[in-house]
């Protein structure tokens, strides 16, 4: 079935992609029918290689050599039920009027039942135009990034709004129609005068700037490029730029005119020429021909013949022999530089959303986004280039696990493509609904430490990150002598499981609860086993397989050997593994999760005389030789626990509690050793057991 059968509504349109980059001048089957160039993409209407038209995107290399793959932004036919494509008299025939925004998206008009529907396309597949109005004598004003202008001639009016396809932005305007420029959200209008220009913040919703441009009537055409506003008294009136860096007026010559940075195009039918005036200097030079371009039958042949890039970048226009040519503006392109952002919010639940966040560049760039965890690590990077920056990141890493819940702070790096600049930009961003920490049972990668008091109550203790204990939840209803180990995710849900042994040696796995509350026995559990009370220690280092899961770590009573039970992802625990014997001489394991930064789970050892060794996990199940980290550590500690983190720098902590009740901690460093002890708490004597 022919594309012109398809239905209006379907959006699954794609022209197929060139292989690779091919070299201007752009080479079309049979001409373009309406042409525009924004941040290095070139739009046009012209025959794709499947024999239908399409509005096709081409990105276009610097220094204007080559072009890149085919992107489709609409179908430019006519379908089944007589939509179209809005098309203007022109020398092709008929063509369609585009305003590309610089970052991909193309504005036009799009004809249903009669009626005109302004159509931001902003992919192959999305458009913008839900609250656009039914309108005859529709034209796009103006279209930078995110932001458009358009107007009609059956209501009179003028329509400024953004194209946001990430959050609510409440910038839409309904106004009488005027001269209108949008740059980032700096809509530019006539203001009260003979050429006074006023500045509207669509986002701040007021007047910010206004300029006197010299202009000696009420300026009928504005185009914002930067630090330059460009106005005309008509189309064979007088005509200036403002240039609001130096604060100084620019004469040019008169007649329909498209603006770039620090330059303008205009074409003179008269001689067939396109004519390019450089004002960047703060002087108009003479006009110098650019190109050949015949006069043709229609006066103003802006976008429809030949279009001009206002992000810092050259001209493009359709040759005799229909091929598309890009001409080198020769004008140096402003310092790079940021038109707007839309920042995502400093907080990411990667069970519901994305971070997304955009950058409006005023010229293309390559860029590199970067999100570092608390021990400033890497953990994600996304680059791309263009007039736009758009990340997305869905709370995973570069190897595709997701990240861990806490604090990340994530840097924007650009450097212009073409010319000079650099920009940076950095925030933080807290994330949740990825990988629980060490001990981590509240779903922020603190470690939360667990109690048994003699009422039966188990309460989670939870923190704040600044090292201490500030608020906590109970579940009653456990008896003495039940054996609490705070676990990892067994399942697929990336909530941290409470193992829980009863006095009778059942081991149960107490479903996560990503610290909604404690636990109770009612709560939903599954039993991994009876006879766990062959076993004098049951404790929880991390991961220790390298799979990415905790495992647990048992110590026979009777013999002294070593297990490990290995995580299988599936809410069970693998067959035990032995890996060592005869372990009675130490008096605590502790499993202590990653000490070292390797991202694989460590424990401690503490012995009779005093020693604390560190036996650094391997990655394969089996621990590393041990290596002493104190002496004459630890002789009046009832409960050591390998807390995780309760300080907020990422690194792993340890508490532990005396025989007088005190509560201390001992700060991770990060490399396997432990800062001076700092007392956090007393009147601890009176729980039964501390997890």
């Known amino acids: 079935m022919g594309l012109a059968a398809l239905s209006a509504g379907s959006l699954t349109l794609a022209a197929p992609a060139v292989a690779e980059t091919t070299p201007t001048p752009v080479q079309t089957v049979d001409g373009a029918w309406g042409i525009d160039f924004a941040g290095g993409i070139l739009t046009t209407v012209e025959t794709a290689p499947s024999g239908e038209p399409f509005v096709l995107n081409r990105p276009i290399s610097a220094d204007g050599g080559s072009a890149g793959d085919l992107s489709s932004r609409g179908y430019a036919g006519t379908y089944a039920d007589g939509s179209h494509l809005k098309r203007v008299p022109c020398d092709a025939g008929s063509c369609a009027v585009l305003r590309a925004a610089g970052n991909g998206a193309v504005g036009y008009f799009f004809v249903v039942d009669g009626k005109e529907y302004a159509r931001i396309r902003t992919t192959p597949n999305s458009y913008h135009s839900a609250e656009e109005p039914a309108v005859t004598g529709g034209r796009f004003v103006d279209v930078t990034g995110r932001y458009f202008v358009y107007e009609a001639a059956s209501t009179g009016k003028q329509y400024v709004d953004a194209v946001n396809d990430f959050r609510y932005q409440d910038v839409r305007l309904t106004r009488s129609v005027t001269a209108a420029s949008v740059w980032g959200p700096r809509l530019w209008t006539p203001g009260s005068g003979a050429g006074a220009v006023t500045a509207y913040d669509l986002e701040q919703k007021k007047t910010v700037e206004t300029l006197a441009t010299g202009a000696p009537c009420t300026v009928k055409d504005l185009q914002a490029v930067g630090r330059w506003i460009y106005w005309n008294c008509g189309p064979s009136g007088a005509a200036g730029v403002y240039d609001r860096s130096a604060k100084k007026k620019i004469a ?280 766990w009370n062959a076993y004098d220690v049951l404790t929880a280092p991390g991961d220790l397989t390298g799979d990415g899961r905790t495992d647990l770590l048992a110590r026979q009573k009777s013999t002294g050997d070593v297990f490990v039970f290995a995580n299988d992802g599936a809410g069970k625990l693998k067959a035990r593994v032995k890996i060592a014997s005869a372990w009675k001489g130490y008096t605590k394991l502790v499993g202590a999760g990653d000490l070292t930064g390797d991202g694989i789970g460590d424990v401690l050892a503490h012995d009779k005389y005093g020693a604390l060794y560190r036996l650094d996990g391997a990655g394969d199940g089996k621990l590393k030789a041990r290596v002493k980290i104190a002496s004459g550590w630890g002789a009046s500690y009832s409960v050591v626990v390998g807390v995780g983190d309760i300080t907020g720098d990422g690194k792993n902590d340890l508490v532990a509690r005396d025989s007088a009740g005190n509560l201390y901690r001992n700060p991770g460093n990060g490399n396997g050793t432990f800062g001076p002890r700092v007392k956090i708490a007393g009147g601890w004597q009176g729980y039964k057991g501390i997890f």
């Open 252 to 531: 040019v010559p008169s007649g329909p005119a498209l603006v770039g940075d620090g330059y303008l195009v205009r074409h003179d039918r008269t001689t067939g020429k396109l004519l390019l005036t450089d004002f960047h200097t703060g002087t108009a030079a003479a006009p110098r021909a650019i190109a050949d371009l015949p006069a043709g039958n229609i006066a103003d042949q802006r976008r429809l013949t030949w279009a001009v890039d206002k992000f810092g970048g050259d001209i493009a226009y359709v040759g005799q022999d229909k091929a598309i040519r890009i001409v080198p503006s020769g004008v140096p392109s402003s310092a790079l530089a940021v038109i707007e952002a839309d920042p995502d919010d400093d907080y990411l639940n990667v069970k519901d959303k994305y971070w997304n966040s955009t950058w409006q560049f005023n010229k293309p760039a390559s860029w590199k986004f970067t999100a570092k965890d608390s021990r400033g690590r890497a953990v994600y990077n996304s680059t791309g280039s263009g007039a736009e920056a758009e990340v997305g990141w869905n709370g995973k890493t570069d190897t595709g696990a997701y990240a861990y819940n806490g604090q990340y702070t994530w840097t924007l790096s650009a450097t212009a493509t073409e010319g000079s600049g650099t920009y940076t930009t950095s925030g933080t961003i807290g994330l949740t609904g990825g990988r629980q920490g060490h001990h981590d049972q509240g779903g922020y990668s603190y470690g939360e430490l667990v109690t048994l008091n003699s009422s039966g109550g188990l309460t989670l203790h939870f923190t704040k990150g600044k090292g201490t204990f500030d608020w906590k939840e109970s579940g009653s209803g456990w008896p003495a002598g039940t054996l609490a180990v705070p676990f990892g995710d067994m399942g697929s849900d990336r909530c941290s499981e409470m193992l829980v042994r009863t006095p009778g040696g059942e081991l149960r796995r107490c479903a996560g609860r990503c610290g909604l509350s404690s636990y109770t026995p009612s709560n939903s559990h599954t039993s991994l086993g009876t006879g």
